[in-house]
Structure formats: structure tokens, C-alpha cells
């Protein structure tokens, strides 16, 4: 499993502390020893132990208007960074993200969002998000704002944000929250989208 982002290895770097310590965590104790784990354990997606909280704040959605990152009607949110210009892993992910939202059936899908949030807001307007996110699949929210509200976003996730070139670096995995608000799962953005959706519809009938 690739753990790190394009060109920024910081967060991936503590992905593997902490799956490192999710092994040690069970090895010594013979099981899980959390409701979060105890969720993950079943599923495709490799457990974070303990599971990293998902702090809620306010955007700006693809129809311009101000939206919040977590809903507290879901039980499941699927999360993931990029941007609009990316050549490779976003529209990977988001593909999959897609797939796996349309295999799902439709009283599990009303209870999973998906979450797209830009790392480049000034060329990621709402409209240009909402054009690029319905290409993958037209419940996916996508999330703007000025550079200093996602930043605050940006490193409450640990992501990293490499701006020195014309592709931007970040962080590329898709995080999994649970309707507690934590990070339980994270993935490469090569899930693939069976995977992707067996895990949606266990985290949403959890």
C-alpha cells in the first residue's frame, strides 16, 4: 500500500507511525481494544489506532454557498483532497469514490457522503469544483474557501500542501469518518471501488 502524497511524505509518515502502533496496539492485545477498531477490523481500508478526529468546519460547497465538511445526518463521510488540474491520483480516487457510491443501495447511499476539498482555491472556484465533481458523481460535494479557512482545514487533516510547482503536492489518501467524527480508515487513491463500498455500507449500518 502507497502511503504517501505526490510530493509531500509528512503526513504519510505519521500514517505509518500509527499503523505501526495499530499492529503492536493488537498483537499484544489479542484483539481490539476500541469500538473504532472494532468496526475497521472486518474492512478493507487500513485502520487508524487510535482513530484521528475529524474536526467539522465551514466552506464553501460548488453551489457557492457555505456548507459544513461533516453532517451530522451521516453516518458515513469519505474524504478526500486534491484538486481540479491533477493529472493522476484525484481523478483516480474520485472515480472510485463514484463507483462505489453507485453500488450501493440507495437507503445505505442516503446515509454516505463523499467529500471533495480543494488544496487550490484560486483556480478551484465553486463552479469549476462543481462541473469537475459531477463527472465522477452527482451526490459528491466539493469544498472551496479562502486560502486561510483551508488551510486551517488542511492542517487539522495533516495534509501538506507543496506549492512549488505547477502540479501541486498533497496529500492523496481517502480518509473514512465514522458518525462519531473520527478518521477510522484510510486508503491509497487506488481503492478499489468494491472495496471502497463494502466499507461505506459497514460504517453506515454500524
Not at 477490523?41 to 459544513?68: I, M
Not at 462505489?100 to 488544496?119: M, N
Not at 495534509?159 to 462519531?180: L, P
Request: charged share 20%.
Amino acid at each position: 500500500m502507497r502511503v504517501f502524497g505526490h510530493k509531500s511524505p509528512t503526513f504519510g509518515l505519521r500514517l505509518l507511525a500509527a499503523i505501526a502502533l495499530a499492529a503492536s496496539t493488537v498483537a499484544l492485545a489479542g484483539g481490539c481494544s476500541s469500538q473504532h477498531v472494532r468496526v475497521a477490523a472486518g474492512l478493507t481500508g487500513t485502520p487508524l489506532d487510535p482513530p484521528k478526529a475529524a474536526p467539522d468546519a465551514v466552506l464553501t460547497n460548488e453551489n457557492d454557498r457555505p456548507a459544513h465538511l461533516l453532517d451530522r445526518g451521516a453516518a458515513a463521510t469519505f474524504l478526500f483532497f486534491g484538486y481540479t488540474h491533477c493529472p493522476d491520483e484525484c481523478p483516480l480516487a474520485l472515480a472510485s469514490l463514484g463507483r462505489a457510491d453507485r453500488k450501493l443501495p440507495a437507503a445505505t447511499r442516503e446515509r454516505v457522503r463523499i467529500v471533495f476539498v480543494t488544496v487550490d482555491p484560486a483556480r478551484d472556484t465553486p463552479s469549476v469544483i462543481k462541473a469537475y465533481v459531477r463527472k465522477f458523481d452527482r451526490r459528491m460535494t466539493g469544498l472551496t474557501g479562502s486560502p486561510a479557512a483551508l488551510a486551517r482545514v488542511w492542517e487539522a487533516y495533516g495534509v501538506t500542501v507543496d506549492r512549488t510547482s505547477h502540479e501541486i503536492g498533497h496529500g492523496d489518501e481517502i480518509y473514512a469518518i465514522d458518525r462519531s467524527a473520527h478518521v477510522v480508515l484510510v486508503y491509497p487513491p487506488d481503492a478499489g471501488a468494491d472495496d471502497l463500498a463494502k466499507d461505506a455500507a459497514a460504517l453506515a449500518t454500524t
